[in-house]
């Protein structure tokens, strides 16, 4: 069985952060390229951040600066800072987990809310 579960969502003021993380079981981690989603209401789910098995990351440009995804495979976790947030960070983020060889093997978390007030 694969599980891939996010924590660490939730309500923050503008300009303040927070830290998601997201821990996998059942596949070998590190052979998977990690990344976060977000979906806010009304809009397409989007990419924020990925970071390959071997380590190389990515962001979208909206956030880059402000947010950093990290992974430790000795945890199988991978993990995404936010700060700076903003209320357009608003959003359910899910965690992706894709394998960097067999594109089919796709798996996603259940998502966790985390909504910046202004």
């Known amino acids: 069985q694969v599980h891939v579960v996010e924590s660490g969502g939730g309500l923050v003021q503008a300009g303040g952060s927070l830290r998601l993380s997201c821990a996998a079981s059942?596949?070998?981690?590190?052979?998977?390229?990690m990344g976060w989603f977000r979906q806010a209401p009304g809009k397409q789910r989007e990419l924020v951040a990925a970071i390959t098995s071997d380590g190389n990351t990515n962001y979208t440009n909206s956030v880059k600066d402000r947010f950093t995804i990290s992974r430790d495979n000795a945890k199988n976790t991978v993990y995404l800072q936010m700060n700076s947030l903003k209320p357009e960070d608003t959003a359910i983020y899910y965690c992706n987990a894709k394998h960097r060889s067999f594109m089919w093997s796709d798996y996603w978390g259940q998502g966790t809310q985390v909504t910046v007030s202004s």
């Open positions: 059942g596949i070998i981690f590190s052979v998977y390229n």
